[in-house]
């Protein structure tokens, strides 16, 4: 049975790898759509955001019908939409505005697949495996990302961006094929309902309410750092003298690597919540990758290396507690209404993520130029930090989160 699960688990996430080669892939291109369809800091972060848009409207409403009909559908027919519009934005986006629909129509598609594919997870695996099997399954996730950002990058100083969207699209094609196996002989779990029903076990429920903001202060800073590191290395590769062209592709390259380790740190820090607490390992984590958000972005003017250094480093603790607010959240609502709080957690955590990649454009527009000393831009500076103002107020409900009495739902008292 274990090894059935191991390989069931290995396909699972092989699916997501393709799947998510259009998840980020906007932002290795952001550079050069910002200069060819003359849009403004804000205007470029506010595309990004409209694709969060798309996933929190799927996600919200994809996560709660989870629990009352079969996942197979949602997750197939949510990839084929999400490539279908990434395939729309490369042959037929052009400026500002049909950028914004075809990436909206991105990330709808991609609502369907996150949400439901964990919750298949949770089935599976009982709650002494579980923390483990999410985090090896979020870091497919960020492999995913990882490698959407490296794909595009490559293949947009090869053949240009829109070549490069359409490759991709490709990909999730190959990706939803794929899960047609994953899925043979599958039915869904029998609905267990609970006697507090929708309300007792979401909208009242406070332990769980509180791991759900938790997972919103993670949000802010994940998705703010994500959307605007490819540019952010871009900007900085420039200013060492490396000429726009080369820098972007570069620079997509460099996140991608950055991003990517974070696919290590969440199978391990999901392991460790196992044995050590869900939100003891949180607020360590999370306190640490805001502590970065506060430095990361006054970089831009030091030493190539002691960038690429810290940002590793960022890049892995950025998303290492992504699998613990997940797998908490299993522990915490009933089995019959796992997919309605999964969708309250798609609408706050990924409300959060739509919003901060627009405040960190809009950050970057109002301090432009701003030096706070000679030679010293501050621009960047400021723009991490506002990520990780967010970031440290996930500590906070985490502490609530273990002071409160209701918590001993989690599985094994595992708080």
């Not at 903001?213 to 605007?228: D, K, Q, T």
């Not at 019959?336 to 960190?360: E, R």
């Amino acid at each position: 049975m274990i090894r059935s699960n191991t390989r069931w688990l290995l396909l699972l996430c092989c699916c997501q790898l393709f799947i998510m080669l259009v998840f980020i892939n906007y932002s290795a291109v952001l550079p050069i759509l910002r200069l060819e369809w003359g849009m403004s800091n804000t205007q470029a972060g506010m595309i990004f955001s409209v694709y969060q848009l798309g996933y929190i409207a799927s996600g919200v409403l994809l996560s709660i019908l989870s629990d009352r009909f079969n996942i197979k559908h949602i997750f197939i027919t949510s990839a084929f939409c999400s490539a279908i519009g990434n395939l729309l934005f490369a042959l037929h986006a052009h400026d500002f505005a049909s950028g914004m629909i075809f990436r909206a129509l991105t990330g709808i598609g991609m609502g369907g697949t996150y949400m439901p594919g964990l919750k298949l997870v949770a089935e599976r695996f009982d709650a002494s495996q579980r923390g483990r099997a999410v985090g090896i399954y979020v870091g497919s996730l960020v492999m995913g990302a990882s490698l959407s950002l490296a794909v595009t990058g490559l293949l947009t100083e090869a053949y240009g961006w829109r070549t490069a969207f359409i490759l991709s699209s490709i990909g999730v094609f190959c990706g939803a094929l794929l899960s047609f196996p994953l899925f043979k002989g599958y039915l869904p779990a029998p609905r267990a309902c609970s006697e507090a029903g929708y309300t007792g076990e979401v909208i009242k429920n406070r332990p769980a309410l509180l791991m759900i903001l938790g997972y919103g202060s993670h949000m802010w800073e994940m998705y703010g750092m994500r959307s605007w590191l490819a540019p952010f290395l871009a900007s900085a590769l420039i200013g060492w003298g490396v000429n726009s062209s080369r820098a972007t592709g570069f620079a997509s390259t460099i996140a991608a690597v950055m991003i990517g380790i974070g696919a290590f740190s969440t199978a391990i820090t999901g392991t460790l919540s196992d044995r050590f607490g869900r939100t003891a390992t949180i607020s360590l984590v999370l306190s640490a990758s805001a502590a970065l958000s506060f430095t990361f972005g006054w970089l831009i003017n030091t030493n190539l290396w002691l960038t690429l250094a810290v940002g590793i480093v960022y890049g892995y603790l950025i998303v290492a507690e992504s699998p613990v607010f997940s797998t908490g959240l299993t522990e915490l609502v009933a089995p019959g209404y796992l997919g309605a709080a999964m969708g309250m957690q798609s609408l706050i955590g990924y409300s959060m993520g739509m919003i901060s990649p627009t405040v960190f454009g809009w950050v970057l527009d109002t301090f432009r130029g701003w030096q706070p000393f000679p030679g010293i831009s501050g621009e960047w500076g400021i723009a991490f930090a506002s990520l990780g103002i967010g970031g440290v107020t996930g500590p906070f409900f985490m502490w609530m989160l273990r002071k409160s009495p209701e918590s001993v739902r989690m599985a094994g008292g595992n708080r």
